[in-house]
């Protein structure tokens, strides 16, 4: 794969910054777009993408209440590649990322 082939992803919340991840390592040049400011200094707090809020958690049995069977099942798909996927990042940085499952 070339490196000549541009993909944009806009927003930087979980999903954008996961694809971006994902398609950076399959050697594709990714250029990440969020509409809200974010520098490594912000207070989490203050941030509004869902990868910094409770959005960005996956509760399928909470979700259950409100929502299809079929959005259950994904959440709890979701919920198994989670690991995988956390042991990929923690291959890549200097600080583990933290991963509990402990329910909702």
């Known amino acids: 794969m070339s490196k000549a082939l541009n993909i944009a992803v806009v927003g930087a919340g979980l999903v954008g910054r996961l694809l971006s991840f994902a398609l950076c390592q399959r050697n594709y040049c990714v250029h990440l777009y969020e509409a809200n400011p974010i520098t490594l200094n912000d207070d989490p ?9 409770a959005a960005g958690m996956i509760a399928p049995i909470s979700e259950a209440v409100e929502a299809d069977l079929e959005t259950y099942w994904l959440g709890k798909t979701s919920l198994d590649l989670w690991p995988g996927i956390i042991e990929e990042l923690n291959q ?13």
Request: charge should be neutral; proline fraction near 5%; hydrophobic fraction near 30%.
């Open 45 to 53: 707090q203050y941030l509004s993408a869902a990868a910094f809020t």
């Open 92 to 104: 890549n940085t200097e600080q583990p990322i933290d991963f509990q499952r402990r329910g909702s």
